[in-house]
């Protein structure tokens, strides 16, 4: 069973760059059809899709956050990656990977999500 943990800070102050890192376990990242996605829920708010990384790297962005959001990945330590740059408190969200198993499935597996606020 595939397993993904999200790490990093709880904290972060308004114009920084928030950097998030997916560790998973179970499962390569290079996968065959595999994709690998970040996704958001503010306070009181639905989901919101933030970007994926698919098995061979390819990335794809929400179009409302592009302009701030990279996904990268480091295949030697299975993980993946989520810069968000110029944080607002409208960032403040429970920040979830998640990734698809095979194209067209659901949401497979689940992190278990991670609180970040931003705050001065």
């Known amino acids: 069973q595939v397993q993904l943990q999200e790490s990093g800070p709880g904290l972060v102050k308004p114009s920084q760059t928030l950097s998030l890192t997916c560790t998973v376990s179970?499962?390569?990242?290079?996968?065959?059809?595999?994709?690998w996605t970040w996704i958001r829920r503010p306070p009181g708010k639905g989901l919101e899709w933030m970007g994926v990384?698919?098995?061979?790297?390819?990335?794809f962005y929400n179009p409302s956050l592009k302009s701030r959001t990279s996904i990268s990945r480091d295949t030697s330590k299975n993980q993946f990656s989520l810069q968000l740059s110029s944080m607002t408190p409208e960032d403040t969200a429970v920040y979830y990977c998640?990734?698809?198993?095979?194209?067209?499935?659901?949401?497979?597996?689940w992190g278990q999500g991670t609180q970040v606020t931003v705050s001065s």
């Open positions: 998640a990734t698809r198993q095979q194209v067209g499935s659901g949401y497979d597996y």
């Open positions: 990384i698919t098995y061979d790297g390819s990335t």
């Open positions: 179970g499962g390569s990242i290079t996968t065959n059809d595999c994709s």
